[in-house]
């Protein structure tokens, strides 16, 4: 017969708080962080009525930043997706002198302030630059040019690829691609039949990162872009100026749009990696 001191010692307790409280706090956290301040950017741009909100959002300036802050960050998130999956491969396969610095570096872009980033890489590229010299002669310009945008964000947003691929590369069983090859598959045959349909979520998910992080970077580019309106502006810049002019619905409705414009583009690329998942598990 068991005893109540029995049946409360296998009683399993667990190390945090029960699902009421943590749910409360996280949904506390949540709304202080994330929910609350969305919310203030829809109702501040909701003060303009509906036709100078369209205005405001649908003006030849505004349409060019977003132009170029969106085309520069698919561009940037697209040149890692795959640089930072071969990145990712190197630093996880192979041996090789320094590897132990390479693979630190490929954090610095986490811990160096976003200012330094840009005027070190406006230094480089400027046409007077150790870099940007090189290509004047060729008539090929980088700073103040999206092209300069771009590069500012493959350096801001790389390591989120590297970093959500290694550890895919790291559980692989490479006895899966000894298989493959025993069969005769080729090398590019065992990459797209057995190794890319592992890793293509995590590249999918390191594209998201990254096109995210490029998208609410400000400044390592407000540097090297030049700031032209209808050239090089991008929108965090439009909107920080409709602020400093005291234009607060005019800045809130800008970013509104891009919030709702990110919303859509993130959304369809979970669904893609969602959709990638699961054809794989079939």
Avoid: H
Avoid at 48 to 68: D, N, Q, T
């Amino acid at each position: 017969m068991r005893t109540s001191s029995s049946r409360f010692s296998l009683k399993q307790y667990s190390v945090l708080p029960g699902f009421g409280i943590t749910m409360g706090l996280s949904l506390m956290y949540l709304s202080l962080l994330v929910f609350i301040p969305i919310a203030m950017v829809f109702l501040n741009s909701s003060q303009l009525g509906w036709g100078k909100f369209m205005e405001i959002v649908l003006s030849p300036r505004v349409l060019a930043s977003l132009k170029v802050s969106f085309g520069a960050s698919f561009l940037a998130a697209t040149v890692n997706a795959v640089f930072g999956l071969l990145l990712a491969w190197v630093l996880e396969r192979y041996t090789f002198p320094g590897k132990r610095i390479v693979d630190g570096l490929i954090d610095l872009p986490f811990a160096l302030p976003t200012a330094v980033a840009g005027i070190s890489l406006t230094t480089l590229y400027a046409p007077n630059g150790w870099i940007g010299r090189l290509f004047e002669p060729l008539g090929l310009k980088i700073a103040y040019t999206p092209l300069g945008i771009t590069i500012a964000l493959i350096f801001i947003s790389l390591p989120f690829v590297v970093r959500t691929v290694q550890p895919v590369l790291q559980g692989m069983d490479r006895e899966v691609e000894e298989a493959a090859a025993c069969l005769g598959a080729t090398r590019f045959q065992t990459f797209r039949k057995v190794i890319l349909p592992v890793l293509l979520p995590a590249v999918i998910t390191g594209f998201a990162l990254a096109f995210a992080r490029s998208l609410g970077e400000y400044g390592s580019v407000v540097f090297i872009s030049g700031n032209m309106p209808m050239y090089t502006e991008i929108t965090p810049l439009l909107i920080r100026t409709k602020l400093e002019q005291y234009d607060y619905a005019g800045g809130t409705a800008i970013a509104a749009v891009m919030l709702v414009i990110s919303f859509i583009m993130l959304l369809v690329i979970n669904l893609i990696q969602w959709w990638s998942g699961n054809r794989d598990k079939g």
